[in-house]
């Protein structure tokens, strides 16, 4: 394992890891708890690929940076005074302290490199250093950093293996907050109180205008920055796009302007789109208002529209500034709009553990428990956020997360063209369905978890009616999947199992269209 960390590593171009580098210190800067610290305890030993010279030559007049030497048998903090003084090896002693070190009660912080990490913050060390022994004990809050390279889906259990507060991977999704709320009128003026602003706008449709708005009544927004479009998926086009730009440009909006984004998906991801696009990019907030915006569109950095029948054709990924969920908007939901939500926490179980497909099986969807809801979402958000962390441009893991959506989403361009109108989740679970059966027959998913999903799925979202003449239409429609490579070839998300993940499955056109007689005959279509 880790020899081929370590090879992938390798392979970068030094280009490549600069960009790496400069990443990860950008992001550590960023971070509250570096920002607020005096003393930094830096793990010398890190990986001469996340280069520490220019960070430590940089910061170290403005904080103590410190360092742990292993001198003999004696390990010794010592201080950090310039890279000249280092060659020499003149270091400022603070004390020889040996080992009680890690009580040490000025540092703030530790910095620790690591082989490789998992997203829960779990470290795998070079399995022999002195320091790698000495971590678990390590008081301070603890930040891992390293490359997406160095990603693991689980650290193997080793005595000397310990767990950071947070891992940083060198990603634009490194320091996306999520913000857990229950009112959202005393935590918003919060978060825009730490910001230096010269305007502040809302965008809304006509659902949320009506309904939401009046949550936002305190903070004195203007009602000339409050842009409304209209409400429902066929309108996440080009026209209110434009609308959105517009009316940023008439009323003064700039670069330090910043797009509170108050709706479901399809509010979050055209506002996403229109500000991460105006003046070539303003910062904005998600404040999800849907169960399917708060699991899935508002989280992850995807912002986008519709275009020419295809679903999410144009836009870009550019992380919110902040997420902001208020859990009691999704009590006001009705069932169709929760379920559509739920189908997206379903995903998520079947991509992530066990554990967690096993609570999506427990939560009764018929009684629904509002109380038990905030920790099911907060477990179902965790896991996207742990993949899109590591993979935010889809170049790898991330694909996970487009499982059921390769049919899904051509369910929903199908349904565009009709002139239909099908939630978004309930397309991704129909598109699961199909998925699923691919699942089982070409890479072995178990057949008891294969019938408890479909079950699932079958027993709560209907159905879309299709005939077998419009296979080559559907199949039309994949071609224009962003997962795939330009090839001709159709790559799919399949799963071996509960979280085990086969990216860039190559299914042939028979197999597709057998699975979609699956569909329909698992549906009575």
């Known amino acids: 394992m880790r020899k081929s960390i370590k090879a992938s590593v390798k392979a970068l171009s030094d280009a490549e890891k600069a960009m790496r580098a400069s990443q990860v210190w950008a992001s ?9 610290a005096k003393y930094v305890l830096l793990f010398w030993s890190l990986p001469d690929e996340v280069d520490t010279h220019a960070f430590v030559e940089k910061w170290h007049t403005e904080k103590h940076i410190l360092l742990p030497v292993v001198i003999g048998d004696t390990l010794e903090i010592r201080s950090y005074k310039g890279m000249e003084s280092m060659r020499k090896g003149a270091f400022d002693i603070l004390e020889p302290i040996g080992e009680p070190f890690l009580d040490y009660p000025l540092i703030d912080l530790a910095i620790v490199p690591g082989v490789g990490f998992d997203a829960s913050g779990n470290r795998l060390g070079r399995g022999k250093g002195y320091y790698d022994r000495l971590l678990p004990q390590l008081q301070a809050y603890k930040i891992g950093v390293c490359f997406p390279e160095q990603y693991l889906s689980a650290v193997p259990t080793e005595p000397w293996d310990s767990k950071m507060d947070k891992v940083i991977f060198g990603t634009i999704m ?3 907050q999520v913000i857990k709320l229950g009112r959202l009128e005393q935590i918003l003026p919060e978060e825009l109180g730490n910001r230096s602003l010269d305007s502040v706008f809302v965008l809304t449709d006509e659902n949320t205008h009506r309904l939401c708005l009046g949550k936002l009544s305190g903070l004195g927004i203007p009602a000339s920055n409050v842009i409304c479009i209209k409400a429902g998926d066929d309108n996440k086009d080009v026209e209110a796009l434009a609308s959105v730009w517009s009316h940023l440009s008439q009323h003064g909006a700039t670069r330090k302007s910043l797009m509170i984004n108050l709706g479901g998906g399809m509010v979050t991801d055209l506002g996403g789109f229109a500000a991460s ?18 699991i899935d569109a508002a989280v992850g950095g995807k912002t986008g529209i519709n275009f020419g029948g295809l679903k999410n054709e144009v836009g870009v990924i550019n992380p919110s500034r902040s997420v902001l969920i208020d859990v009691d908007f999704l009590r006001t939901l009705d069932k169709e709009n929760f379920l559509s939500g739920f189908a997206e926490m379903i995903k998520h179980g079947l991509i992530s553990s066990r554990e967690v497909w096993n609570h999506i099986l427990q ?34 893991i991330r694909k996970a997360l487009n499982f059921g959506h390769t049919v899904g989403h051509a369910f929903e361009s199908y349904a565009i063209q009709q002139n239909e109108t099908k939630l978004h989740g309930y397309a991704v679970a129909w598109g699961m369905l199909a998925e699923l059966y691919l699942s089982y027959k070409l890479v072995g998913f178990p057949k008891e978890d ?16 299709i005939t077998c003449k419009e296979y080559d239409l559907l199949y039309e429609l ?26 860039n499955t190559n299914v042939e056109k028979k197999d597709i269209f057998e699975a979609l007689d699956f569909y329909r005959d698992t549906l009575g279509i």
């Open 363 to 396: 939560f009764d969807l018929d009684q629904i428990d509002y109380n038990a809801l905030p920790s099911l979402v907060e477990e179902s958000i965790q896991v996207k956020r742990d993949i899109v962390r590591v993979d935010p441009t889809e170049k790898g």
């Open 450 to 465: 294969f019938l408890q999903a479909v079950s699932l799925i079958k027993e709560h979202y209907g159905s879309l009616y």
């Open 174 to 176: 490194d320091n996306e």
């Open 478 to 503: 994949m071609t224009h999947d962003k997962k795939n490579e330009g090839d001709g070839r159709i790559l799919f998300t399949l799963l071996g199992g509960i979280g085990d993940i086969r990216i």
């Open 28 to 36: 550590v800067e960023k971070e509250p708890r570096f920002v607020s």
């Open 277 to 294: 696009t105006f003046k070539r990019g303003m910062d904005y907030i998600n404040v999800p208002t849907t169960l399917l915006g708060t």
